[in-house]
């Protein structure tokens, strides 16, 4: 399996409540996660992922139109799922 090594920034010292940006993932077996943070960092943060050829409309239900999921997300370190 061909490595790609590809960065996105989604969001860059400032307050936020979410973000509509999308990233195409199909070729990818694993992705990884890096989050900077201040020290008084305090948030939820959660992964959508979809498998329709169509983009979904994230900030919608999902629906049998309308498909994504939460993703699992885990350590690397263990392996251990984060819930």
Do not use: C
Not at 14 to 28: E, I, L, Q, S
């Amino acid at each position: 399996m061909q490595q790609r090594l590809e960065q996105a920034k989604l969001f860059d010292a400032k307050a936020a409540t979410g973000t509509t940006k999308a990233f195409p993932v199909a070729d990818w077996k694993n992705i990884f996660l890096s989050l900077f943070t201040a020290s008084s960092a305090n948030f939820t943060m959660n992964v959508k992922i979809s498998h329709q050829v169509a983009a979904p409309d994230f900030s919608a239900a999902a629906s049998v139109t309308n498909q994504w999921a939460y993703a699992q997300v885990k350590l690397t370190i263990n392996g251990t799922g984060i819930d």
